[in-house]
């Protein structure tokens, strides 16, 4: 089985973002090229993780797969792949006025634009 490669760095932020979830006072907006669900694409999301609408989160060797607290059309889980996140934001409350970003990857940003439909 071949691996694609991972930021080491990103997987790190990821695992402290998912124990961090445990805690409600941690709020957390991730921005990414697209996800997937349901086999289909959805192209620039930004996605908000607490507590409170996320039931599951698994690392998995194709990316971050998400299952909804409120499930949008279907139970499907959302698999964002690593390599398409872009930014990680952290608060402390859910406005995110003053957001910090803690993981900015501005090639994968960029390139973002190339991958639109």
Request: glycine content about 2%.
């Amino acid at each position: 089985m071949e691996f694609a490669p991972v930021d080491l760095i990103l997987l790190a932020i990821l695992q402290e973002m998912i124990a961090d979830l445990a805690d409600p006072a941690h709020h957390y907006m991730i921005a990414a090229t697209y996800y997937e669900s349901q086999g289909e694409r959805q192209y620039r999301p930004y996605l908000y993780f607490h507590r409170s609408a996320i039931d599951s989160i698994e690392l998995t060797q194709q990316g971050m797969l998400i299952r909804l607290h409120i499930p949008l059309e279907s139970s499907e889980p959302l698999l964002i792949p690593y390599k398409r996140i872009w930014r990680i934001s952290h608060h402390n409350q859910p406005a995110f006025e003053h957001q910090h970003t803690i993981y900015f990857n501005e090639e994968e940003m960029e390139a973002m634009f190339d991958l639109l439909p």
